[in-house]
């Protein structure tokens, strides 16, 4: 684990009102999804999440027809496919669009594609005004922070933080009512929509056989960006793609009970397209830029490959024991939680933070919830096993494989294994002195023993094991 990953884990961790905030927003988000999706409520829960399972695994690997036939149905509705291999192509094809239709302003709906490649950041340095229009998202651009969580981006602020930005940033009263922060939100914002010249969106979903761009969300942000200035450029993984415009029965009815609790989040807006002749709003120019990004690696592999087949709905991050402790800016990358754990290093290489695929306890609770049932803790583990590897490779970690050699050297010899409980039970202090293990100086003073007793208690050894015990009885 890198000193950064390791001391933003302690900040979180000391924080305690952060602590509280994450702990209630998504203890909220839990509960709201276990109610949409119980089984009175909806009793073919399971069915749904199989189907979404053997969809995704069939568009995945399918993926060069199904990216052929998308490309074929947007182009034939007046709109242009754009692939980009990575974060500098995305931003090269907006500042040249940007370049050729003299545009300044850009308005940006919610898209964790968008923050993946820093797109407002390399727009901004090129001098294009580019505002984020989703509520949480307004508010981290004005703080400078990156999303806390796939679905609330600003999950980690409180309100009264919020009416400090907002009076520092905005130079308005200090409001902390949240309403009225939505107003003075909504203020700012509709100038910035009437203005814009381009409007940059994500894609929840790309459909091929209709070639259609699929957004779902709450505030309305996305459908006035995508519909008020004369550009539309909809920015999406290669993943994002489905086959047919029917098996959305399948997913919308899972996207929104699993990340919110909702049955259908308030709008669904399907694009296929600039305006057409006899249609009064839209965009005069559509762009589906598709990104690569590391993707296509991910294909080639057979066990991993899984990971794609992610819809975005955050309710792992909510579920996970550890994302609930050390929050979203503690990991390396824009993607945090489970999620983030398994494409982090699939994407950047597993080099870029080794200590990711092994920040989990492994509890399954995030296979448990994931409405495309991915085994993200299977994913871990062979993550996990790719970090030795590499370590092994580089000469590094010799004493930690020595040490499981002979662990599992013991553990194929029962009577030896045997031997050595009955000498460690014939030398273990007392069983109420769960913290015996931190009197022993020499071993206390090891790093890695002392690292590991920082956290926990290592109970001494039962006087009778569990194969004597077995033998008796
Ligand atoms: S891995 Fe599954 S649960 Fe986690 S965000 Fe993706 S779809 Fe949702």
Redesign the pocket.
Known sequence: MSVVFDEKIHQTLDDSKLQLAIYTATGRLMEKRREAVAAGILPDYQELRTQANDLKKHTIENLDYYLEQFEANVTAHGGKVVYCKDATEVADFVLSLARERGAGLIVKSKSMTTEEVDLNERLEHHHLESVETDLGEYILQLAHERPYH??APALHKTRYQVADLFTEKLGVPNETVIEKQTMIARGVLRQKFLAADIGISGANFLVADSGAVVLVENEGNARLTTSAPKIHVAVAGLEKMIPRAQDLAVFLKL?GR??TGQELTVYTSFLSGPRRGEEIDGPDEFYVVLLDNGRTRLLADRDKRQ?L?????????N?CPVYRKIGGHSFPWVYS???GA?ITPQFLGVTHEPGLPFASSLCGA?AE??????D?PQVLLDLRSEVKKTEAREGHGKLERLAFRIWAWIMRHPGIYEMLGAMAASVAPPAENAGWLRDVPAAFNLPPVRAWLSQRDLPPPPARSFRQMWRRR
């Open positions: 796939i679905v996207l699993s990340a990971s087949y992610c819809i975005r709905c955050g309710a792992c991050l579920h939680g489970p999620i398994i995030c919830v994931c409405p495309v049932k991915i993200i």
